[in-house]
């Protein structure tokens, strides 16, 4: 791996950080220049989705342990991103926010669970954030769905509701209860001898059980009927689809993939994309399938990643926080837009900023200077033909007269040459604005108010957008 250096200032574009942040530049270290370039052709392709800013953009964070410098900071990186949806980290799956208890294991590693007393989430902070915005954060809360008991679900309901005025978007019934052990027992009595994972017809009925009574207090409130550890299970997805799937907001699954050694070598780190049971196509229709199988009138049922970064789970591939993290998300953005997901959730906000020391992370300035300026609505496929060439991604994307390219280039090696038509990019020839990266760069390149070119080398593990006026 690189080794980590600090570079200059971050370029800032109009809405970003009042005060520059700085970079960890941990650009990829097997980039020789210069590169072969491949001589490629695109063409606008089918009509795959639409998607609004909300609530496709979406992050998982943890607002635990935040001063008052770093929660400013933190607020002022997630108002220069597009991030319109925020899914709290829950504490962990025995933490009481109402009570500010948080049940662990004891230090010996066996026995009964004992009681922690401390603030996990900053709900102060982040309810003051979130009311500064225009329009205001929507957000993700859990209910606690592992006991299997609906008076502590109404009671956490009515405290964030009645007591802190502060209630979710949406809840979550816990995160992954495919790896629970604990189901249906009170956190205070719980124990790491505990063996109770909960059945399929045992999570939907639990379900069932806390929006009937959350509903029957208050009905605007929306749920999320499953986070499941991946577009699996197919007995916990079809029950709760089966029982719940006309009260549910949506249905949520997490998504890592990986290929064999993608920790250690960037070529299989970028080939996780292409595994033809990870990428998220082939998950995203898995979810949906096995949603559909329960629930057969659920076809327009929201389907969410509620987590996604590289994998493998649960030791993450490093080289996402290398700058091959960024051409990796961005070309898993547009995986996303093609699956038509309603939500992509990045795992986690440490992937893209650190919170102590306010340096931003490649994933992170890829939301901050590319994702921010890209136009949502109406989302085309393009399809790039390039001989000899692998792992090249381009969406359109149109909002009325307002359009976006997107074109990621993945390969670790070769470069390629596009030339732009107006058939494809009504900008070409036309005033408009690029944001360009690649390894060699520490940071992207913003040209604004420019005549668009009509033609493009992007570098390998390059990323361009272009967008008209």
């Not at 964030?160 to 205070?188: K, L, Q, R």
């Not at 591939?317 to 070309?331: C, D, K």
């Not at 976006?404 to 058939?423: G, Q, R, W, Y």
């Amino acid at each position: 791996m690189a080794v980590l250096a600090v570079v200059g200032a971050l370029l800032l574009l109009p809405g970003a950080l009042s005060s520059p942040l700085s970079i960890v530049d941990r650009t990829h270290p097997g980039i020789a220049a210069p590169q072969t370039s491949y001589a490629a052709t695109a063409t606008l392709g089918a009509y795959v989705g639409s998607h609004g800013s909300s609530p496709f953009w979406a992050v998982v964070f943890s607002a635990a342990g935040l001063g008052p410098n770093s929660a400013t900071l933190l607020g002022k990186y997630f108002n220069s991103t597009p991030f319109t949806w925020f899914r709290l980290g829950e504490g962990g799956h025995g933490y009481d926010p109402t009570t500010q208890t948080n049940w662990v294991a004891p230090s010996s590693g066996s026995g009964a669970y004992v009681a922690d007393h401390t603030q996990m989430i900053n709900l102060t902070w982040f309810k003051s954030w979130c009311y500064s915005r225009t329009p205001h954060c929507q957000w993700i809360g859990a209910l606690p769905a592992e006991q299997n008991n609906t008076a502590a679900a109404v009671h956490y309901a009515k405290w964030f509701h009645d007591v802190i005025n502060f209630p979710p978007t949406a809840w979550e019934m816990g995160n992954e209860p495919n790896v629970w052990v604990h189901f249906g027992i009170n956190a205070s009595k719980w124990s790491t001898t505990d063996a109770s994972t909960p059945t399929g017809i045992g999570y939907a009925t639990m379900v069932h059980n806390y929006i009937a009574a959350v509903s029957a207090l208050y009905p605007s409130d929306k749920f999320i009927g499953l986070e499941s550890n991946c577009a699996c299970g197919a007995d916990l997805v079809e029950k709760t689809a089966a029982v719940n799937g006309p009260q549910l907001y949506g249905m949520a699954y997490h998504s890592y993939p990986w290929a064999n050694d993608s920790s250690n070598k960037t070529s299989q780190f970028m080939g996780a994309l292409l595994s033809p049971t990870r990428n998220l196509s082939y998950t995203a229709d898995r979810m949906r399938t096995l949603v559909t199988t329960g629930c057969p009138t659920c076809t327009n049922m929201r389907i969410q990643v509620g987590e996604y970064n590289a994998g493998p789970v649960p030791t993450h591939s490093p080289l996402a926080m290398n700058y091959s993290g960024a051409p990796f998300m961005a070309a898993s953005v547009i995986q996303a837009l093609q699956a038509n997901v309603s939500m992509f959730s990045i795992y986690s906000l440490s992937w893209l900023y650190n919170s102590s020391s306010t340096q931003l992370h490649a994933e992170g300035i890829l939301y901050q200077q590319f994702l921010k300026n890209l136009t949502m609505g109406s989302d085309y496929m393009v399809n790039v033909n390039v001989p000899s060439v692998g792992g090249v991604y381009a969406m359109l994307i149109k909002s009325g007269t307002h359009q976006s390219l997107l074109i990621v280039n993945v390969n670790n090696t070769k470069a390629i040459t596009l030339p732009i038509t107006t058939a494809l990019f009504a900008g070409v020839g036309l005033t408009g604005s690029s944001w360009s990266w690649d390894p060699r760069y520490a940071q992207p390149v913003v040209q604004t108010g420019i005549l668009l070119p009509t033609s493009y080398t992007i570098w390998s593990q390059g990323i361009l957008l272009i967008n008209n006026y």
